[in-house]
């Protein structure tokens, strides 16, 4: 049972636009900054969004990310087939003292 | 450019030792957070721990406290994760990350990724 709760999966169609939730609690999201990372199918996961909204270098604007108390959403607009993958979202948990992850969604673009 | 690159792929049999490696490269390696997350075959990522290599400071999830033991090397660049008794539970892609900043609670997020090791344990 992953500290943060995503939902399992989410599916779209391509050009749609679909949102990932992330959900937890005063002790990690609500008093920490989120991160979301993309994991493509057999590869390593790479960064999309870090202090809850910025992008890094090389990650398009069709990323984007919000908090707002103790959950947090990725959104992805103008869906690719590229986009399938997994999705992770990352905090810290003060109480825990340590890093945590959702347990992960699986985008679908159908 | 930041660069990881992990050792290769171990098929181990339970109750024997392990360690396995990440090299980092293209940044000053003593001043960046590196870390170790477990990813279960079919399963999300894990968080295990970070050390700091300047002084080896060092911090566990609870999950992993007791069960692996994560170290580096400042002068080759290189940060281990170990085990000292293999469990077929162990059997897993394990991979080491970068965190960019001196306090991992602000700065928490992973930028960087080595390319995983995959450990298998079996009889």
């Known amino acids: 049972q992953s500290v943060l709760t995503q939902p399992p999966s989410v599916s779209a169609a391509p050009g749609q636009k679909v949102t990932i939730s992330c959900s937890g609690s005063s002790s990690n999201i609500g008093n920490n900054y989120v991160s979301w990372y993309q994991q493509l199918p057999g590869t390593a996961p790479k960064l999309l969004i870090y202090?809850?909204?910025k992008r890094p270098s090389g990650i398009p604007d069709r990323f984007s990310g919000s908090k707002s108390s103790t959950s947090a959403t990725l959104g992805i607009t103008g869906l690719q087939t590229g986009d399938e993958a997994d999705y992770y979202c990352?905090?810290?948990?003060?109480?825990?003292?340590?890093?945590?992850f959702g347990g992960g969604t699986r985008l679908t673009v159908l | 450019e930041v660069q990881l690159v992990q050792s290769g792929p171990e098929v181990k049999k339970p109750g024997e030792s392990l360690r396995i490696s990440c090299k980092g490269s293209g940044y000053r390696f003593t001043n960046y957070w590196i870390g170790w997350v477990r990813q279960m075959p079919g399963k999300g990522l894990e968080w295990m721990g970070i050390?700091?290599?300047?002084?080896?400071?060092?911090r566990y999830s609870p999950s992993f406290q007791g069960q692996v033991t994560i170290s580096a090397d400042k002068s080759s660049s290189t940060a281990f994760l170990q085990w000292s008794s293999l469990k077929a539970s162990d059997t897993a892609i394990y991979y080491c990350?970068?965190?960019?900043?001196?306090?991992?609670?602000?700065?928490?997020?992973?930028?960087?990724w080595g390319q995983g090791t995959l450990v298998t344990v079996s009889s």
């Open positions: 990350a970068t965190l960019t900043g001196f306090n991992p609670q602000r700065y928490n997020w992973f930028d960087s």
């Open positions: 050390i700091y290599p300047d002084d080896s400071d060092t």
């Open positions: 202090e809850n909204y």
């Open positions: 990352g905090t810290w948990d003060t109480r825990l003292s340590a890093g945590v």
